[in-house]
């Protein structure tokens, strides 16, 4: 079967592709490309820190890190902060490091899914498959809930600014005597920037989400498919992983795929993730070991700017890179 003949080819809208491009994703992405390949000085520099804490817990260091306890404390909750959000990318980057697909030959792709080149599918593999994985869509982000804006209002350097804000507040009144109105406007002062300071993280979490959103949202009405040995158009929610489907210039990857098939041509725009404006060339050799910059892996979302592709479906839905992230 050709893909040439069984699908016109159509031109890339790379005006429509730019203005569509959301880029706070981009921060996100390379920062998990960033854990898959330097995980290693990673852990040596986490035991160096080690080694300077132990140092910090000795006797004579001890009295003077007591007298900076305030100062300490903001700075290690930032730091827990920090480590949380590494952490959690992290783990991401762990389990799409153990991820083989990009590492498989042609032959040993197709065998992995139980898939055929020229049938694709069965009917009866379809629906198993289905069953477990689910469909194809992005879970919807959480809406703002109590513990978002508790965390908000109270969480990292703001708890301390609270704190603040009471001493002012209670030098003003009763300790103060006569009560000075400078200590009440320092109070009104703090009260002030923890709203902006909450004002600024609900701000970056809904800009998280629009760009995940505009990503989703690209994601075609319909995708080419080959199952039980015909080609048919399918919504990108009914994919299960081992689909074989074709793409071309102007689609957009409806999930994440493994290409064994390129034209001399294909060009693939992913910089609605990684930042870049260059388009990367399509390959189906593994060109690196980090499954996030090898050629043969197209992640959902990402768009055929130029010729086409056969691709193979191997994750679906929030086990996608677009997913976990």
Not at 98 to 114: A, C, M, Q, S, V
Not at 147 to 176: E, H, S
Request: charged residues 20%; contains cysteine.
């Amino acid at each position: 079967m050709e893909f040439q003949l069984s699908i016109e080819s159509r031109p890339p809208t790379m005006a429509r592709i730019k203005s569509e491009r959301p880029v706070f994703l981009a921060s996100e992405y390379r920062t998990l490309s960033v854990h898959m390949d330097e995980d290693e000085r990673q852990q040596t520099r986490r035991q160096r820190a080690r080694r300077r804490w132990h140092i910090l817990q000795s006797a004579w260091w001890r009295e003077l890190a007591n007298e900076l306890v305030p100062l300490r404390t903001a700075h290690e909750q930032h730091e827990t902060e920090e480590q949380q959000r590494n952490a959690s990318l992290a783990k991401v980057a762990r389990q799409l490091r153990n991820l083989p697909f990009h590492k498989d030959t042609i032959g040993e792709i197709y065998t992995r899914f139980h898939t055929s080149p020229a049938q694709g599918l069965e009917s009866q593999a379809i629906t198993r498959l289905r069953g477990y994985h689910g469909y194809n869509v992005l879970r919807p982000a959480s809406r703002i809930a109590v513990a978002n804006v508790i965390r908000w209002f109270f969480g990292g350097f703001n708890r301390f600014l609270w704190v603040a804000m009471v001493v002012f507040w209670l030098c003003w009144k009763p300790i103060g005597n006569p009560p000075q109105p400078g200590n009440m406007a320092l109070a009104i002062v703090i009260i002030f920037v923890i709203c902006l300071q909450a004002m600024f993280s609900a701000w970056q979490q809904w800009i998280t989400s629009r760009a995940m959103h505009s990503i989703a949202s690209m994601i075609p009405a319909e995708t080419v498919v080959l199952r039980d040995g015909v080609a048919a158009r399918v919504a990108p929610a009914e994919l299960v992983p081992g689909d074989v489907v074709y793409l071309r210039a102007g689609d957009r990857a409806p999930a994440d795929v493994r290409l064994v098939e390129v034209s001399a041509d294909l060009l693939l725009d992913r910089s609605a993730f990684s930042g870049s404006p260059e388009p990367t060339v399509g390959d189906v050799n593994c060109t690196s070991a980090n499954y996030l910059e090898t050629r043969n892996i197209v992640v959902m979302g990402a768009n055929v700017t130029q010729g086409h592709c056969r691709a193979i479906v191997v994750s679906t839905g929030d086990k996608t890179v677009l997913g976990r992230i």
